[in-house]
T-cell receptor
Framework: GEDVEQSLFLSVREGDSSVINCTYTDSSSTYLYWYKQEPGAGLQLLTYIFSNMDMKQDQRLTVLLNKKDKHLSLRIADTQTGDSAIYFCAERVDSSYKLIFGSGTRLLVRP | SQTIHQWPATLVQPVGSPLSLECTVEGTSNPNLYWYRQAAGRGLQLLFYSVGIGQISSEVPQNLSASRPQDRQFILSSKKLLLSDSGFYLC???????????FGDGTRLSIL
């Protein structure tokens, strides 16, 4: 079946790196996404990775994909207080229109 | 550039009343359109999906319906709201089925 799991909460100090983890169950995943949600707002697409890639870097963001373990991570370098938000991992299975979302990881950045 | 608008941002409705939430997309044509619901502290659940005018696919049985009267307009409706319809409703669009989905700012719906 389709399932995406994330840890609920992560707290880091400003300036440190944050690593948010996600596991998925469907080996037919084609794209994996990271979205950011600030309080009371919609979801902002941060980055995404195609399943034939192992890594993608975009400024402070690094996505690592381990297909064997079905594990996805988002690393935020030099985390700032403005990075405090809920981060959602999502997978697209095959060429489906449907995204399967995790429950989100709340990131708290302490000054 | 493309933009997506949802309104209203917040809505408080009594049980049994009707509902109409509207979503419009600008800067693109023939987008795929989606309605999601986010329950408190949870991920997103896809409610409806549309690939074109008048074409609606429903993902889960429920008290809600969707319509697409124009190319870039997507409406979420109900004839009689239930308490369980409370939540945060998000509209999204994508250029094609295999392209990333982009979300609006959402509507927070509270049912009393």
């Amino acid at each position: 079946g389709e399932d995406v799991e994330q840890s609920l909460f992560l707290s880091v100090r400003e300036g440190d790196s944050s690593v948010i983890n996600c596991t998925y169950t469907d080996s037919s995943s084609t794209y994996l996404y990271w979205y950011k949600q600030e309080p009371g707002a919609g979801l902002q697409l941060l980055t995404y990775i195609f399943s034939n890639m192992d890594m993608k870097q975009d400024q402070r963001l690094t996505v690592l994909l381990n297909k064997k373990d079905k594990h996805l991570s988002l690393r935020i370098a030099d985390t700032q207080t403005g990075d405090s938000a809920i981060y959602f991992c999502a997978e697209r299975v095959d060429s489906s229109y449907k995204l399967i979302f995790g429950s989100g990881t709340r990131l708290l950045v302490r000054p | 550039s493309q933009t997506i608008h949802q309104w209203p941002a917040t809505l408080v409705q009594p049980v049994g009343s009707p509902l109409s939430l509207e979503c419009t997309v600008e800067g693109t044509s023939n987008p795929n359109l989606y309605w999601y619901r986010q329950a408190a502290g949870r991920g997103l659940q896809l409610l409806f999906y549309s690939v074109g005018i008048g074409q609606i696919s429903s993902e889960v049985p429920q008290n809600l319906s969707a319509s697409r009267p124009q190319d870039r307009q997507f409406i979420l409706s109900s004839k009689k709201l239930l308490l369980s319809d409370s939540g945060f409703y998000l509209c999204a669009w994508s250029a094609r089925t295999d392209q990333p989905q982009h979300f609006g700012d959402g509507t927070r719906l509270s049912i009393l």
